[in-house]
């Protein structure tokens, strides 16, 4: 039998919730090309802000896990909210 250290487990678990944080982002990103692509199609529609809010939330978990370098946005909200919330941008 293979015994696993504390450490271990919990390099698996961040890489476990690592992973599922990416996935809700990638749900996220593709809902918003969704609305950008039906854009096109329909009046003006403003994008939603549920993408920068988990950006933001998965880069806070990351940087309190290790901290970051840089937070890298092109969006002056996002880039103002980076900085209220501590992060280095």
């Given at each position: 039998m293979k015994l696993i250290s504390i450490q271990d487990l919990k390099a698996k678990r961040s890489a476990?919730?690592?992973q599922m944080l990416s996935s809700v982002i990638r749900v996220l990103e593709a809902r918003r090309?969704?609305?950008g692509l039906a854009s096109n199609l329909l009046p003006a529609v403003t994008t939603p802000r549920s993408?920068?809010?988990a950006h933001l939330r998965s880069a806070l978990w990351f940087h309190a896990a290790e901290r970051i370098n840089?937070?890298?946005t092109m969006?002056?909200?996002q880039e103002e909210a980076?900085?209220?919330l501590g992060l280095p941008v």
């Open positions: 476990m919730v690592a090309n969704l609305i993408l920068d809010l840089r937070f890298v969006d002056s909200s980076a900085r209220e």
